[in-house]
């Protein structure tokens, strides 16, 4: 099955567990006041969730005509692509978000920079720390100190 | 009026306000260059400053400078990044990105650049004329007639929905409609499809949903099929227009200065409405065969966008200086920033303080023209950025993505939501889902549902869309700019060609 399929597969499971929610559980705990009304909260998500289904039902079993297009990355060839540093990028990411608040801001980010220019095959040490380092400590400057939001520099043992 | 453009003009003209509009152009433009960071929030920001300097003028100048640089800048890294920091900039990454890809990121600012100045002054003419009449007009228009403009606004699809492509553009629109009834509507007050989780209770964030749908799937892809963003065969810093590109796009400009400001005018319409509606507009009115260069680097798809966000921007002042409300968030910041300094906008706005009201107008025309002779010098650098190498580029793309889903929310559970959409978007643009549509279905979702239903509970049902001539010339609009197409097809196949 070809991969819009598959994906419609999965967003039609999406739009009926959504119209589920709308359908029948969504106005149990509605006040009365609003029963009277035209409109519920439920109305809008329900006719969604009909459209959702239908369109989903309508890629998954091909009834619109048209050529297969293939994008610009062939997804049926992902390993002659660079596979790997892709998936390592969006690991990095999380780590990054998942580092982001116990290790501070400024080691974060420069272990973010230096690290996406590693994987990506960057070897010049001496380019990478300080680009990171001075990215890293000018948008940190630009964003707590002069945009006055909060952005914690430091390690979370070394206080704020 | 004339003695009132002269006092204006004298107020303007001062060495102190010609700096602060300057400052405030430069402020504006690289700060709104970092996604997350809107007109809105810069303007928050700059208050204080504003304030301390104690004249109502030069405040209101250094905050109208603040305000242009910060939408000229939003739209620079929609076009160079395809990272929209700003709902009234998504329409114009559509066209500008795919044109920085193909080499001509220089012309594509170019253009944005001249189309936002063409917008921006036609608007404020169009204020410095209409802005007491056209005060009571926007008071005519009510939820009804918003419902009908985000349907016209919906229209905007049709530019993704290619031969095949139909449902899935259709099915796109939906299921971001469905994302923005998530969380705690503004209407109903009760929390839906939240599954009790208290992060979701204030929806999904915009910034984070533009940023996973556009730029982190651009950069995983360049990721995994490698080549320099500046290597496309073009010379990117070129700015030059060839002399058809300006015949071109001058009618467009010309219509969406216009057709942006009136939008503008209606409060709580604004730049997103007007951008989507422009591009719309613009797409479902080509020929033929220029309706498919739409979404693929056209340039009638980067100017509508461009000029029409900018004109609705000084169409959102005509409320705010006639009337006293604010249209939209950014000039509900400003009406705090006045009444911080003692000034009541409103009705006798023009009489009793007539150097403010005109000063504010001037302030536009200088601030757009100093946008441009400030931005066109510098486009040639900023496009530069394109030229970074590929090493370095992609993991600053990445990290500004997390930056602006970061600064938007200010919870680190936002950028795990970020990788965890982003990795949906890039299944989707694997399959050739076109992912524009679920943006703007999420971006229009909100205030189509908010408007729909207020109007079924005024007219206890659907009899607004009949009973309000307004709402049924809107509708008619918007089914006419969806079959005008087909339509035009079929007539061209019916005679042969």
Not at chain 2, 247 to 269: H, N, Y
Not at chain 2, 459 to 469: A, Q, V
Request: with cysteine; glycine share 12%.
């Amino acid at each position: 099955m070809a991969l819009d399929r598959w994906i419609a597969l999965v967003l039609l499971s999406t739009c009926l567990l959504y119209g589920y929610v709308a359908w029948f559980t969504m106005d149990a705990n509605l006040a009365p006041f609003m029963q009277r009304k035209p409109v519920w909260p439920s109305s809008f998500p329900k006719i969604l969730s009909i459209l959702g289904t239908a369109l989903s039902l309508v890629i998954l079993l091909g009834l619109e005509k048209g050529e297969q297009v293939i994008g610009e990355i062939d997804h049926r060839r992902l390993t002659d692509y660079k596979l790997g540093q892709a998936i390592l990028m969006l690991a990095l990411m999380v780590a990054y978000a998942l580092c982001l608040r116990p290790l501070g801001f400024l080691g974060s980010t420069t272990a973010f920079l230096v690290a996406g220019s590693f994987i990506l095959g960057e070897r010049r040490w001496h380019v990478m720390i300080p680009v990171s380092l001075l990215t890293a400590g000018t948008i940190w400057y630009l964003v707590q100190e002069v945009l006055g939001i909060f952005l914690r520099p430091l390690p979370f043992f070394l206080g704020n | 009026m004339l003695e009132g453009i002269l006092i204006g003009l004298q107020t303007a003209l001062s060495v102190q306000n010609l700096a602060m509009v300057i400052g405030g152009c430069l402020i504006g433009t690289f700060i709104g260059m970092l996604p997350g960071l809107g007109p809105m929030s810069i303007i928050a920001i700059m208050i204080p400053i504003a304030i301390s300097l104690g004249d109502p003028s030069a405040a209101l100048i250094l905050l109208a400078g603040v305000y242009y640089g910060a939408i000229f800048g939003g739209s620079t890294s929609s076009i160079l990044l395809n990272a929209p920091g700003v709902a009234g900039t998504v329409a114009s990454s559509f066209d500008g990105y795919p044109m920085a890809m193909q080499g001509k990121a220089g012309k594509a600012l170019t253009i944005a650049a001249i189309a936002s100045f063409a917008g921006g002054t036609v608007g404020a003419i169009l204020l410095m004329i209409f802005a007491p009449m056209l005060s009571s007009v926007a008071l005519l228009f009510h939820s009804a007639e918003y419902f009908g403009l985000m349907v016209v606004g919906l229209s905007a699809i049709a530019a993704f929905a290619g031969n095949g492509q139909v449902a899935k553009a259709l099915l796109m629109t939906v299921l971001g409609l469905m994302m923005a009834t998530v969380g705690l509507g503004s209407l109903f007050n009760m929390p839906r499809f939240t599954g009790g989780m208290m992060e979701l209770q204030s929806g999904f964030g915009f910034v984070t949903l533009a940023m996973a749908m556009f730029a982190l799937p651009e950069a995983i892809f360049l990721v995994l099929k490698p080549k320099n963003m500046g290597d496309s065969g073009g010379e990117i810093k070129d700015l030059r227009i060839t002399r058809a590109e300006a015949r071109a796009i001058a009618p467009v400009i010309g219509r969406q200065s216009v057709q942006g400001f009136f939008i503008g005018v209606l409060p709580g319409a604004g730049a997103t409405i007007a951008s989507f509606l422009g591009y719309a507009v613009e797409r479902n009115i080509a020929p033929k065969h220029e309706q498919d260069e739409f979404g693929k680097g056209s340039i009638k798809g980067l100017a509508a966008p461009e000029t029409a966000n900018n004109a609705a921007c000084t169409g959102s002042f005509v409320p705010l200086l006639t009337l006293g409300i604010p249209g939209s968030g950014t000039t509900a910041i400003l009406l705090g920033a006045l009444i911080a300094l003692n000034v009541t906008p409103g009705p006798r706005l023009m009489i009793d303080e007539p150097q403010i009201f005109w000063a504010v107008i001037m302030s536009m025309f200088i601030g757009n023209f100093v946008l441009l002779i400030l931005n066109l010098p510098l486009i040639p650098y900023i496009a530069k950025v394109l030229a970074i190498p590929r090493n370095y580029l992609i993991p600053f793309i990445l990290f500004f993505t997390l930056m602006g889903a970061y600064i938007g929310q200010n919870n680190a559970t936002e950028l795990l939501l970020l990788v965890a959409f982003g990795v949906c978007g890039i299944a989707l643009k694997f399959a050739n889902f076109p992912l524009p549509p679920l943006l703007i279905g999420f971006i229009l979702g909100g205030m189509m549902e908010d408007n729909f239903a207020r109007s079924m509970q005024l007219y206890g049902g659907l009899s607004f869309i009949w009973e309000r001539p307004m709402t049924l010339g809107i509708l008619i609009v918007a089914v006419l700019l969806v079959l005008l197409p087909g339509i035009r097809a079929l007539r061209l196949r019916a005679k042969g060609v």
